[in-house]
């Protein structure tokens, strides 16, 4: 009989190999799944991990790996921070939403104004937009105890409204012909967040994504703050013996990742997307929490996981076109990494045995 024995130490292997078989399993369980559907499993694998790179028109969707991973590696970056602590921001959606509706309407408010200090202005705003929405459940959390998972979870679909309501009203452009959306950023010299460097993707966000990734590496590994979320959550009854507020750790842990997620959304809506629309490249923040788990939560881990699932985004809408896959199948592809992460997780507490001898 096969059974599951407890490690008396998590196993440092698996959890670092864990990541590595989630993402061959995606592909095997994805290859069934697009056999099912009548399409080669082979030519949809490869049209979603090996053309975006090295296919025909790999010049282009190389520059867009870093359009798509930028606003993941960010907001992933602030949700870990909060996981390790054990607080856990399901809404950083609803935060992205917020930042990029915030920042969007400085610009729009001054329109067709120009100033140097109007984009730098957008961002403070789009961060605060972001934080200021993350502190709903964390205030609520303290002050009542509620589930910070629920109240986040909920306030995407009121962020979501909002943005429903910001297109079809107060932000609509109003020579857009009677047509929903603001004003396209794009064409907003100073609220316009272009590449940096032609053809790569790379603009404001992509290197702010970055920064997010050394500053939350230097933060969780060189600094007292970062010892106290590990202890945190690691230990919250020593972490109290140990001076931790756990009020103050869920407005920091809160407060980092809703900013972290309003910055993602502030860059996306100057840059990629341009314009307010009822759903604006929306779905990042939702993502963005496969991505803290398959890097493991840690920062190097989080960047490398971030590009792997901006290339199923890029990868999944040339098989779209390419080979005609739903959407929704898609959808489940990516979903599946998420899936057999948790799945194949265990094996950092547990180990395989048979019964009556070792495995």
Not at 54 to 71: E, M, S
Not at 75 to 95: D, K, M, P, T, Y
Not at 284 to 305: D, M, Q
């Amino acid at each position: 009989m096969i059974v599951l024995v407890k490690r008396p130490t998590p196993s440092a292997f698996w959890a670092w190999v864990t990541p590595l078989v989630a993402v061959i399993a995606t592909m095997i369980a994805g290859g069934v799944l697009f056999a099912a559907l009548g399409k080669n499993p082979l030519d949809a694998i490869r049209t979603i991990f090996w053309n975006p790179l090295f296919g025909p028109n790999a010049g282009y969707f190389r520059g867009q790996l870093l359009v798509k991973a930028g606003p993941l590696i960010m907001i992933a970056s602030g949700l870990a921070v909060g996981f390790r602590a054990g607080i856990w921001n399901i809404g950083a959606e609803g935060q992205y939403i917020m930042g990029a509706l915030a920042g969007a309407s400085v610009a729009l408010a001054i329109y067709p104004a120009e100033s140097v200090w109007l984009f730098p202005t957008m961002v403070i705003v789009g961060a605060l937009g972001g934080w200021a929405w993350a502190m709903i459940p964390a205030v609520l959390k303290n002050r009542f105890g509620t589930s910070e998972i629920l109240v986040s979870l909920m306030l995407v679909y009121v962020a979501q409204n909002l943005l429903a309501y910001a297109a079809f009203g107060p932000l609509k452009n109003p020579q857009g012909l009677g047509f929903p959306g603001s004003r396209n950023l794009q064409q907003y010299t100073s609220a316009y967040n272009p590449e940096l460097i032609a053809r790569t993707g790379m603009h404001w966000g992509v290197v702010a994504a970055f920064i997010a990734v050394i500053a939350t590496y230097v933060l969780m590994s060189r600094h007292i703050a970062g010892f106290r979320i590990k202890v945190a959550g690691d230990a919250p009854k020593a972490a109290r013996f140990a001076g931790v507020v756990p009020a103050r750790m869920v407005m920091f842990c809160l407060g980092l990742s809703g900013a972290l997620a309003g910055l993602a959304g502030l860059f996306e809506v100057t840059g990629p997307s341009g314009q307010i629309t009822e759903n604006f490249n929306t779905g990042y923040g939702f993502t963005a929490i496969i991505v803290a788990f398959l890097g493991r939560l840690h920062p190097i881990g989080i960047l490398l996981a971030g590009l792997i699932m901006a290339l199923t985004y890029i990868g999944g809408d040339s098989a779209q076109l390419s080979l005609g896959l739903p959407a929704a199948a898609i959808q489940v592809f990516q979903a599946m990494l998420l899936f057999f992460l948790l799945g194949f997780d265990f094996l950092t507490n547990y180990r395989i045995e048979l019964k009556g001898a070792r495995a």
